[in-house]
């Protein structure tokens, strides 16, 4: 074989990612995207192979959450796009920095609908949907640029993830010089004279209220200093959760659903809100808008006005514009402490609260818990207590089932030693319950806690208090504890609380991922 003189385009974008900082990517090689794998194995970046396209766009998520660097993908064109869509809309939906590079079909070929292998007539479109930035290449400079664009985007802007596909001609084709990272910018400063204005606002206010989002999580510090000197309550988004420690007695962790924090706001003469968009899944209610006395700190201009329009609109990094308010807010006099009533729990909330106090108190401070859309994790955005950033990944925008356990393996591969749980349903486990062989393979040590009702129980209870007979929501699950140990992994079944203590100490300590399995026998055996 002759030797081959200069680097292909795959080659080099491979060199590229690892200048960048890139040390893991999530994907499947394919017939189409083979080039990017041929450097590769004489690179220092890690590549996980995944079980199915979905699972790799979790992981990148998880990982990106975890760790607050982004991260990446590799798939094929065609159905490896259509695959990994529905993560990209989670990381979307979340602002999360998750890089997808896709094949695409010859340049000659595009969007002619010839029948070529995992033909789309616009791919790049289907990806627009639900990315910041949607790029094709049709030159080795257009690839470096678009990385550039992407790693420009991550450091400065809103996360959001970002897609560049790269037709197959192309990726064969010599990758010429230039193939170095760019410096970077960074998040906008803050307006010293908005600054100045929200101080005020907040020296005069009777009733300030704090409320981070998932855009403050390195932002606490800042803003408990602000909230010790006018003695203000803070609130968190489900994104939001360990921005402040749990216990402060200023925190009253995510209450947004609440009645009675829609009224705390609306009594309330200053608002700091950062870092979030105070959507319709923070609020659990669209009837919800905040039209007066709101401060609102965003790097991202387009959510500064929709629905609720602030009386101060800073733009800039969340850190640096509490940090610049807290210097300049005078001290108040009275007690540093705020309580707030969730009122008497029901029947299954009451269950719940036992099961995650056991969790609570078996798992370390820096466990980092991906959930899923079940209703544990319902309970647990309520009540269970988180202190430290970037330790409670939840899909809480686009809502889809099945991210928790893929998301908890890339988060493992980001934090390295630090302990990983997934706290996910019966249902949404089967969703990507393949991933399991993909955490066996690694070793990794994860704790998946598994909440098993039998069931799609909210919608259950959705369909009883809207008067619907409950229909479809009822299913016959396979053998948990016999599926997970096929995949190579352990598992147990506790039937009591103190046994599901006992399995949590080990699995924390195994060599592999265990399965959980809890039902709500448990709680009473």
Same mark, same amino acid.
């Not at 529905?86 to 029948?115: C, E, F, H, K, Y």
């Not at 609130?235 to 402060?248: C, F, L, N, Q, S």
């Not at 393949?434 to 129980?457: F, R």
């Given at each position: 074989?002759?030797?081959?003189?200069?680097?292909?385009?795959?080659?080099?974008?491979?060199?590229?990612?690892?200048?960048?900082?890139?040390?893991?990517?999530?994907?499947?090689?394919?017939?189409?995207?083979?080039?990017?794998?041929?450097?590769?194995?004489?690179?220092?970046?890690?590549?996980?192979?995944?079980?199915?396209?979905?699972?790799?766009?979790?992981?990148?998520?998880?990982?990106? @959450?975890?760790?607050?660097?982004?991260?990446?993908?590799?798939?094929?064109?065609?159905?490896?796009?259509?695959?990994?869509?529905?993560?990209?809309?989670?990381? !979307?939906?979340?602002?999360?920095?998750?890089?997808?590079?896709?094949?695409?079909?010859?340049?000659?070929?595009?969007?002619?609908?010839?029948?070529?292998?995992?033909?789309?007539?616009?791919?790049?479109? +289907?990806?627009?949907?639900?990315?910041?930035?949607?790029?094709?290449?049709?030159?080795?400079?257009?690839? @470096?640029? +678009?990385?550039?664009?992407?790693?420009?985007?991550?450091?400065?802007?809103?996360?959001?993830?970002?897609?560049?596909? =790269?037709?197959?001609?192309?990726?064969?084709?010599?990758?010429?010089?230039?193939?170095?990272?760019?410096?970077?910018? *960074?998040?906008?400063?803050?307006?010293?004279?908005?600054?100045?204005?929200?101080? @005020?606002?907040?020296?005069?206010? $009777? &009733?300030?209220?704090?409320?981070?989002?998932?855009?403050?999580?390195?932002?606490?510090?800042? *803003?408990?200093?602000?909230?010790?000197?006018?003695?203000?309550?803070?609130?968190?988004?489900?994104?939001?959760? $360990?921005?402040?420690?749990?216990?402060?007695?200023?925190?009253?962790?995510?209450?947004?659903?609440?009645?009675?924090?829609?009224?705390?706001?609306?009594?309330?003469?200053?608002?700091?809100?950062?870092?979030?968009?105070?959507?319709?899944?923070?609020? !659990?209610?669209?009837?919800?808008?905040?039209?007066?006395?709101?401060?609102?700190?965003?790097?991202?201009?387009?959510?500064?006005?929709?629905?609720?329009?602030?009386?101060?609109?800073?733009?800039?990094?969340? @850190?640096?514009?509490?940090?610049?308010?807290?210097? /300049?807010?005078?001290?108040? +006099?009275?007690?540093?402490?705020?309580?707030?009533?969730?009122?008497?729990?029901?029947?299954?909330? *009451?269950?719940?609260?036992?099961?995650?106090?056991?969790?609570?108190?078996?798992?370390?401070?820096?466990?980092?818990?991906?959930?899923?859309?079940?209703?544990?994790?319902?309970?647990?955005?309520?009540?269970?207590?988180?202190?430290?950033?970037?330790? !409670?990944?939840?899909?809480?925008?686009? $809502?889809?089932?099945?991210?928790?356990?893929?998301?908890?393996?890339?988060?493992?591969?980001?934090?390295?030693?630090?302990?990983?749980?997934?706290?996910?349903?019966?249902?949404?486990?089967?969703?990507?319950?393949?991933?399991?062989?993909? +955490? *066996?393979?690694?070793?990794?040590?994860?704790?998946?806690?598994? !909440?098993?009702?039998?069931?799609?129980?909210? =919608?259950?209870?959705?369909?009883?208090? &809207? /008067?619907?007979?409950?229909?479809?929501?009822?299913? &016959?699950?396979?053998?948990?504890?016999?599926?997970?140990?096929?995949?190579?992994?352990?598992?147990?079944?506790?039937?009591?609380?103190?046994?599901?203590?006992?399995?949590?100490?080990?699995?924390?300590?195994?060599?592999?991922?265990?399965?959980?399995?809890?039902?709500?026998?448990?709680?009473?055996?």
């Amino acid at each position: 074989m002759s030797k081959r003189a200069e680097l292909s385009t795959g080659e080099a974008l491979v060199g590229l990612l690892e200048a960048y900082g890139v040390d893991t990517i999530f994907g499947i090689p394919g017939v189409h995207n083979v080039e990017m794998y041929r450097a590769l194995p004489r690179s220092k970046i890690r590549h996980v192979l995944v079980r199915h396209e979905q699972g790799a766009g979790f992981m990148a998520d998880g990982y990106a @959450r975890a760790t607050g660097k982004p991260g990446v993908c590799f798939t094929i064109t065609g159905p490896g796009l259509t695959n990994i869509l529905t993560p990209m809309g989670q990381a !979307w939906s979340d602002s999360s920095n998750v890089l997808v590079i896709s094949s695409a079909l010859d340049i000659r070929d595009s969007a002619q609908g010839r029948g070529r292998l995992h033909e789309m007539i616009d791919q790049r479109g +289907a990806a627009a949907t639900v990315t910041s930035l949607h790029m094709r290449a049709y030159t080795p400079k257009d690839v @470096r640029d +678009a990385i550039a664009r992407a790693f420009a985007n991550f450091a400065s802007q809103r996360p959001r993830p970002a897609y560049l596909e =790269i037709p197959l001609d192309l990726l064969k084709e010599p990758a010429g010089d230039g193939w170095e990272a760019r410096g970077l910018p *960074a998040v906008a400063s803050p307006s010293q004279r908005q600054i100045d204005e929200a101080i @005020r606002k907040l020296d005069g206010a $009777g &009733k300030p209220v704090i409320v981070l989002g998932g855009g403050a999580l390195h932002a606490g510090a800042a *803003a408990l200093a602000i909230a010790e000197k006018i003695k203000a309550p803070i609130i968190t988004t489900t994104a939001g959760k $360990g921005a402040v420690p749990a216990d402060h007695p200023l925190c009253l962790g995510y209450v947004m659903g609440r009645e009675g924090a829609w009224t705390m706001l609306a009594e309330s003469d200053a608002i700091l809100c950062a870092g979030s968009e105070l959507s319709e899944t923070d609020f !659990w209610n669209d009837d919800v808008v905040i039209g007066r006395n709101l401060i609102r700190i965003d790097i991202d201009p387009s959510v500064m006005s929709r629905p609720h329009a602030p009386e101060i609109a800073i733009l800039g990094d969340a @850190r640096q514009a509490l940090e610049a308010i807290a210097a /300049g807010v005078q001290e108040k +006099a009275g007690e540093a402490k705020a309580s707030f009533d969730l009122g008497e729990p029901d029947q299954l909330r *009451a269950t719940l609260a036992k099961v995650l106090e056991v969790i609570r108190a078996e798992l370390p401070e820096d466990t980092v818990i991906c959930s899923d859309m079940t209703q544990i994790a319902y309970a647990a955005n309520e009540i269970f207590p988180v202190s430290r950033p970037r330790t !409670w990944l939840h899909p809480v925008g686009f $809502g889809t089932l099945g991210f928790a356990l893929p998301a908890g393996i890339g988060a493992k591969f980001g934090v390295g030693g630090r302990p990983v749980a997934v706290m996910i349903g019966d249902y949404g486990l089967q969703y990507t319950i393949n991933e399991l062989g993909t +955490a *066996a393979e690694h070793g990794l040590p994860l704790v998946i806690l598994m !909440w098993n009702n039998d069931a799609l129980g909210q =919608i259950r209870d959705d369909m009883v208090n &809207k /008067g619907i007979q409950p229909n479809a929501v009822t299913l &016959k699950n396979p053998d948990f504890q016999m599926l997970a140990k096929a995949y190579g992994c352990r598992a147990e079944k506790p039937g009591n609380l103190k046994a599901l203590a006992e399995a949590i100490r080990g699995a924390l300590v195994a060599e592999g991922p265990t399965l959980i399995e809890m039902t709500p026998r448990m709680v009473n055996g």
